[in-house]
């Protein structure tokens, strides 16, 4: 069975992170936009990671440009958006896709072990999804899911 700290993926400064690195973490993982409604998200998800990153969370980013075309910018434009609009500190990834034939394996593995409501796909920007420190996807929350709303899941997570 998979976990985590099986992939790999890009970083926004076009590094190759293996996910391991993640190991023993709880961590959630979004795909992102900076066009979308849901953007305002990152707050929130920058402050479940100052709150917790010291208790082993993190927040893994993965902008996504499949939905509305809301993420159309380069590696450093997407950084630089987070930056100065969000103070984004937690790890950010290169655009990805989470559908269809290119979708990332890390998506592809994130979909296979939670479905959705519209089965396995993703339906837009800012889904997440809740891995533990084992590596096993613990919740998928839909992108109208307000980070400060999976606080709870993430305490019970990092006590588990």
């Given at each position: 069975?998979a976990?985590l700290?099986?992939f ?11 996910l391991?690195a ?8 979004v795909?992102?936009a900076?066009e ?13 990671w ?15 440009n499949?939905?509305?075309a809301?993420?159309?910018g ?20 290169d ?17 296979s ?19 533990g ?21 993430i305490?019970k997570?990092?006590?588990?």
């Open positions: 069975m976990v700290g099986d790999t993926a890009t970083t926004l400064t076009g590094e190759e992170q293996a391991s993640y190991a023993g973490d709880v961590v959630l993982v795909n992102t900076s979308c409604g849901f953007t305002p998200q990152y707050a929130g998800l920058e402050e479940l100052r709150t917790y990153r010291d208790r082993g969370f993190t927040v893994l980013g993965f902008p996504c499949q939905f509305g809301q993420e159309p380069t590696a450093d434009q997407i950084s630089a958006f987070c930056s100065a609009k969000y103070d984004v500190t937690f790890p950010m990834f655009k990805v896709d989470v559908n269809g034939d290119d979708a990332h394996p890390l998506w592809e593995w994130l979909k072990e939670k479905g959705g409501v519209l089965g396995s796909r993703i339906k837009w920007n800012f889904t997440k999804f809740l891995i420190r084992d590596g096993a996807v613990i919740e998928r929350y839909a992108p109208n899911v307000e980070p400060a709303d999976i606080a709870t899941d305490e997570a990092l006590t588990d």
